[in-house]
């Protein structure tokens, strides 16, 4: 499975004459974490330039907007795609009177109400509405651009005159870019696939299939958490994915996730069950040597407000893109990390969860998504690059503000750690308005590939199974448990004799019974 995610080459954004987005970039010295996916500036002739859903338009002077921050944002507000994380570093830095002396003189304006409201949005601090506030309600966000909450799940809000369409709440609001490629893998039809294995190998089998995929996406949800010699676990996380999946009407509350936490981990956590209440970081730490960290999680004081942005984004999202759901559902909730432990196999257990809840699957299809991120050094490496999109910006926005201390505190829910967090602030917008775009092309293409490889193959080795039972009962009379031994004995042995099945069954030894079900399993297993 190869990836293509979303960078614009270092150069891409240069510009000498710069408008918009990099014009304020230019003006504030606010520079963005996250990638900025539409650029502007003025030149001899209007252009545009596209490069793997990067998009940079040059206009000419007519174009060119007054040297005002409120210009520019208008000018960002109605050409270019709307940059979450940069509004909520640029408000947070710039005088309140900009935006309230902008709607103070366009009280009817449509850009200067959308732009009042995101104001308040990101900010959480009120202006003044002024007394001729006017105009017909407007959509905050441009929903041919970024992905929105559904038509009919947008709020309206009284006071600016504009239909909230944000998917997500204000501590949760991912951005998510409607780039051809981000559409392509949006449009995945899952069913589509799913359907095609049952019409090739039939309903029963494809659910004996399931059977045996939950299993196997179990100890690989396990091998990516390096616990792979823990059986019991493994099984239990099985039964908990058949058990669970698509059912909880609330899978974000406190209360759910502290079962569904007990349930993957049994009595066995040192801390108590459910939303964390002390800092967390992942990452590496070993005697005598520099802790490495590779991503620190929201602070745990913001975890329940951004869980309910979650929850929102579920709610206000529904009917559209189930792999676009799905992907904004479990990688929010990995970055989140709202619980001590048991994160990762909760993450990797929504990608199915969200699935069936829209319908996309039935009960008992399990899509084993984790068997296919430890399928190869590829493919780990990919899984990987694709959480680096977010930690390695968040993490280059807390360089300077984290350290871990010579003393250890111990928290209210059991953890002790000597993690130190200074000044998260800078950090914040990228945790708060993350950009999916590219988790969304990931899980596209992995769940293609998983479809199309593992089912596939699953589906296929059940149906070769079935066969090499039923051709060695044409020579024996024998139990399926035995008919079971001579096969596993077969594929072990690489298709040669094995001594010690002979002394187990020794009605093999008989004539050449042995050797005409070898020939018979060769041609059925090639």
């Not at 490629?181 to 659910?207: R, W, Y």
């Not at 009595?267 to 040597?289: A, C, N, Q, W």
């Not at 004995?489 to 005409?516: C, H, T, W």
């Amino acid at each position: 499975m190869t990836l293509k995610l979303y960078y614009a080459s270092d150069d891409f954004h240069k510009t000498d004459d710069p408008i918009g987005i990099l014009w304020m970039i230019k003006k504030t010295k606010i520079t963005p974490a996250l990638p900025i996916y539409s650029s502007s500036c003025i030149s001899t002739r209007r252009q545009q330039i596209i490069q793997d859903g990067f998009e940079h338009k040059i206009y000419p002077e007519q174009n060119r907007p007054e040297p005002t921050i409120s210009a520019h944002l208008q000018f960002h507000l109605r050409h270019e795609i709307i940059h979450f994380e940069f509004l909520a570093r640029l408000f947070r830095n710039i005088d309140g009177h900009v935006i309230q002396d902008w709607i103070d003189s366009e009280p009817t304006g449509q850009y200067a109400r959308r732009c009042a409201f995101l104001y308040e949005f990101f900010t959480d601090k009120l202006l003044t509405v002024p007394p001729s506030i006017g105009g017909n309600y407007v959509d905050v966000l441009d929903s041919t651009k970024l992905v929105t909450t559904s038509k009919e799940r947008s709020e309206k809000d009284k006071r600016w005159r504009v239909n909230n369409n944000i998917a997500g709440n204000k501590y949760f609001a991912p951005m998510l870019v409607k780039t051809d490629l981000f559409q392509s893998a949006s449009n995945l039809d899952i069913s589509h696939m799913i359907h095609q294995l049952t019409d090739e190998f039939g309903e029963e089998l494809l659910t004996r299939a399931s059977v045996w995929i939950t299993l196997g996406e179990s100890k690989a949800s396990f091998a990516i958490e390096g616990e792979t010699s823990q059986v019991k676990r493994i099984e239990r996380f099985a039964d908990f994915m058949a058990r669970n999946i698509g059912k909880s009407e609330t899978p974000f509350s406190p209360e759910t996730l502290a079962d569904y936490q007990q349930a993957l981990l049994g009595d066995s956590l040192l801390t108590h069950f459910g939303v964390r209440k002390s800092p967390v970081f992942i990452g590496e730490s070993r005697m005598g040597y520099k802790q490495i960290v590779h991503y620190i999680a929201p602070p745990y004081r913001q975890v329940g407000n951004m869980l309910n942005g979650l929850n929102a984004f579920m709610h206000s999202t529904q009917g559209q893109s189930s792999i676009m759901r799905s992907a904004v559902i479990a990688f929010g909730l990995v970055y989140i990390h709202p619980l001590a432990d048991g994160n990762g196999r909760l993450h990797r257990f929504l990608f199915n969860d969200i699935l069936r809840r829209d319908g996309i699957t039935t009960d008992p299809i399990i899509i084993p998504i984790s068997k296919a991120i430890i399928d190869n050094s590829s493919s780990k490496k990919e899984y990987s690059e694709i959480l680096e999109t977010i930690s390695n910006p968040l993490m280059q926005s807390l360089k300077a503000s984290y350290y871990f201390s010579s003393d250890r505190t111990k928290y209210e829910d059991g953890v002790s750690s000597n993690l130190v967090i200074e000044n998260s602030e800078e950090a914040d917008p990228v945790w708060r308005f993350m950009d999916l775009t590219a988790h969304v092309h990931y899980l596209s293409k992995l769940v293609e590939h998983v479809i199309q490889h593992h089912m596939y193959s699953e589906s296929t080795y059940l149906q070769q199974h079935d066969k090499a039972r039923e051709a060695i009962k044409e020579f024996i009379e024998m139990p399926n448990d035995y008919a079971d031994r001579i096969i596993r004995s077969f594929q072990k042995n690489k298709g040669q004799k094995s001594n010690k099945l002979v002394k187990e069954i020794p009605k093999l030894a008989e004539g050449d019974f042995y050797d005409r079900i070898l020939e018979v399993l060769r041609g059925i297993f090639n």
